[in-house]
């Protein structure tokens, strides 16, 4: 299932893990209409203001769930690590990915990780449009395959950001 084109209020309003003020000062890429939403299985980018910060809009059950998402100062480093979503391995290239939970358990602190390639474009990736630095594995599965296995890679993981 591909996007469809968002604007900055749908993705503002979207955010379940941070406040209403938080999502209105989060800086949204001002280059939403050259996306290519068609390839996009999620909205997903790193804050230019601190690269630290990254955040994921997709349709989840029928709605736009956004969750905000934290990475440690560098990537995972030089050694080849494989992201959780789109099963790539790439050199450097993933990072560790924390969500505070939505509800009253992020609230009190609880948050969940997942190893993501740290550009957050896995949709480009399995697609071909975006290659990595790493010959990685090679696979037998059609690309109508891999963005199967990432949809529910993905799902997987906002799963659990949502469960309170």
């Not at 379940?16 to 938080?22: A, F, H, R, Y």
């Not at 990736?125 to 890679?153: H, I, Y």
């Amino acid at each position: 299932m591909t996007m469809d084109p968002l604007t900055d209020r749908e993705i503002r309003a979207s955010f379940v893990n941070c406040s209403k003020g938080e999502a209105s000062r989060l800086h949204v890429p001002r280059d939403l209409a050259g996306r290519p939403w068609a390839d996009l299985d999620y909205l997903g980018w790193r804050d230019p203001q601190s690269r630290t910060r990254g955040h994921l809009v997709l349709p989840y059950d029928g709605r736009l769930v956004g969750a905000v998402l934290r990475a440690p100062e560098s990537g995972v480093g030089a050694r080849r690590s494989m992201c959780s979503l789109c099963l790539t391995v790439q050199s450097g290239g993933v990072a560790l990915w924390v969500a505070p939970r939505a509800g009253k358990a992020g609230k009190q602190g609880h948050s969940v990780g997942t190893y993501v390639c740290a550009n957050l474009a896995c949709s480009l990736t399995v697609r071909g449009k975006l290659r990595t630095d790493s010959p990685g594995m090679f696979e037998t599965l059609t690309t109508e395959q891999r963005v199967a296995r990432l949809e529910t890679n993905l799902r997987s993981f906002v799963a659990r950001v949502l469960r309170d």
